[in-house]
RNA sequence: UGGGGGAUCGUCUAACGGUAGGACCGCGGACUCUGACUCCGCUAGUCUAGGUUCGAAUCCUAGUCCCCCAGCCA
């Protein structure tokens, strides 16, 4: 077991395993992780790792991961990259356990060829058309393909004509035979093979048709001897298909198939189809635009991979559909980095300040804290000078009862170095802020005064000497209503806002921040340097404010 | 209306015939050199109607509502 200490996480699908192991059928589980390589991973991957992963970790098996490569018209290196790195990156490790569903296309080549000589198999001429007519619908049964009832010999001829690459695209298929009157659809004389003339990104040009998923999926699995073979709702009806794929086939293990609900989150897309959509149609700047819920993304907004992890827990795991708010995921991201991040002070949106009687020129290097919470991290040097940015926030002329910041007359503490009253406000020919003129209590140094007076309210500020100027990605719900999915068309619900780009000024420390290392930028939020060239950060997610909210 | 699933605080999830519990959100309060964090407290739920039982979220019956399936996608 991982972690004694942990409180042991328990679902549905951990005590099918736990029960199984006890009964004996198995030592220890073998899963699955098996994505098809035609996109970047998101969160909700995310949760399919962690079952299947965290299963097999937690009882002494061991995690697959399987590439599902049978529709090269979809798939690409580039994912396949990408997935891989991803799944590291979260912290799982597949060991010498990759595999390809298209490392078994020879053997499911020639399982086919078993299901037709038993005559389970035949080859259909009709075209996708006329098979969706004759499918039926969901409360009229199917009829009968007419090449249904060619001989053993015919359909064997055809089948190797099929891979000898004599037919054009949908030119015939092979199918199961099975059931055209059955309830579920899926045994319906399913389609097995289909003709895709098209590169593949691992066997190149040497076939030309390709097993789809019922019938590369499970026998995938039995190959590599999955015990438990776990899967998403929508699977639930291809499970008799699976079940009697392995019955009709000489395969070296029968994997049992269990579903479970896939995640979904309030303002956040999971399908792979709309995701592509927005990075084809530049909405996004690409898989990894922070604004995305891939891993990829995840990771350039700072998420970090444990706290990830951590909200996968506690959704939990069961069978009824559901969408988890994404306060919940905000809340994991902040109590991790709340524990990790190094405090810094930057002004997102600055008003200068001036400290009337602090000497012209002077500059004192001042004592900050790196991190409350964790001793260890140390502390560092501010710089504090005549000239300073607050946050524009942080100044009302005629504050309400319950604002404790700045204001005309008002004392309040610099964090780290003084308190300061506002004794005038300037104004531009508008009518607008653009200048505070304060004084400073000497005897306040470092932020406490000897006489124990108190201030309301202390502030982040930056020397304007001393600031360094950078850019700051502001991101906000990609879209605008909680639901996007159950929309007409997604991307009409896109949020214009999604992303603010403003000019901050930071601490001088911040300019070696380390690219990916999440810090807080203290009253505002988490940031994360972005990989961008120059000083461009990434807001990871905001800190609560209890004040905004009232 | 065929087949397959599912309904527990606002949200996610426990309970496996025996006190409906936790987390997030929200609301109070304490603390505070971050209106953060932390701590304390509060709010709030078994889809409906019957039945079995000493006892039902759990078992039975009948409803209601929601989700998935008619790709040569996965």
Partial sequence: MSDASAPAVSNFLREIVARDIAEGKHKVPVTRFPPEPNGYLHIGHA??????????QDFGGHCNLRFDDTNPAKEEQEFIDSIQADVRWLGFDWGKNLFFASDYFETLYQWAEHLIRNGNAYVDDQSAEETRINRGTLTEPGKPSPFRERTVEENLDLFRRMRAGEFPNGARVLRAKIDMAAGNINLRDPVLYRIIHTHHPRTGTTWCIYP???????????????????????????????????????????????????????????????????????????????????????????????????????VGVARANSVVDIAMFDACVRELLNK??????????????????????QVEELDAVNNPEDPSAGGRKVPFSRELYVEQDDFMENPP????????????????????????????DQGEVVELRCTYDPASRGGNSPDGRKVQATLHWVSVAHAKTAEVRLYNPMFNRPDPASAEDPLTELNPASLEVIEAKLEPALESAEVGKAVQFERLGYFTRDPDAGLVFNRTVGLRDTYAKA
């Fill in 47 to 56: 949760k399919a790792m962690c079952i299947n992963f965290g299963i097999a």
């Fill in 212 to 314: 789809n998923y019922d019938f590369a999926h499970g026998q995938s699995d039995a190959l590599e001897h999955i015990t438990h073979s776990l899967c998403s709702l929508e699977y639930e009806d291809h499970k008799p298909l699976y079940d009697w794929l392995l019955a009709h086939l000489p395969v070296p293990s029968h994997p049992r198939q269990y579903e479970f609900a896939r995640l979904n989150m309030t303002y956040t897309l999971l399908s792979k189809r709309h995701l592509t959509r927005l990075v084809q149609g530049k909405h996004v700047r690409g898989w990894d635009d922070p604004r995305m819920p891939t891993l990829a993304g995840l990771r350039r907004r700072g998420v970090p991979p444990a706290a990830l992890v951590d909200f996968v827990k506690r």
């Fill in 340 to 361: 990790t991040a190094s405090r810094y002070m930057g002004v997102l949106r600055p008003l200068k300040v001036v400290i009337e009687n602090y000497p012209e020129g």
């Fill in 401 to 428: 009862k319950k604002f404790f910041r700045l204001s005309p007359g008002k004392e309040v503490r610099l964090r780290y170095a003084y308190f300061v009253t506002c004794k005038e406000v300037v104004k531009n």
